[in-house]
């Protein structure tokens, strides 16, 4: 069973900074891509940022140079480091983890709120 375990999210003031991190666990081999989604309130689920197996990077356009994506292959884990937060970045943020032969997983969420 594959479990993927998010950590990190919470209460920020606008301009703050959180630190997401995702570790995957269980029988899950040959891990492509990982990558963060986030579900905002009456929104659809969008992604945020990737980054494949040979470190190439994805991010949404809201979000280029305030967050930055990184990932530890020995621990199948990934993390999102996310600065100058914005009231529109409040969301639940999503793990996913893709394989290369299509599998894909996700964690359960963890909740991202930037208030004054």
């Known amino acids: 069973q594959v479990q993927l375990v998010e950590s990190g999210g919470g209460l920020v003031q606008p301009g703050g900074s959180l630190r997401l991190s995702c570790a995957a666990s269980g029988r899950i081999f040959n891990i492509y891509a990982m990558g963060w989604y986030r579900q905002g309130p009456g929104k659809q689920r969008e992604l945020v940022a990737n980054?494949?197996?040979?470190?190439?990077?994805y991010y949404t356009d809201s979000v280029k140079g305030r967050f930055t994506i990184s990932r530890d292959n020995a621990k199948n884990t990934v993390h999102l480091q996310m600065n100058s937060l914005k009231p529109e970045d409040t969301a639940v943020y999503y793990c996913?983890?893709?394989?290369?032969?299509?599998?894909?997983?996700w964690g359960k969420g963890t909740p991202v709120t930037v208030s004054s």
């Open positions: 980054i494949t197996s040979s470190s190439i990077t």
């Open positions: 996913n983890v893709g394989t290369s032969s299509g599998m894909t997983y």
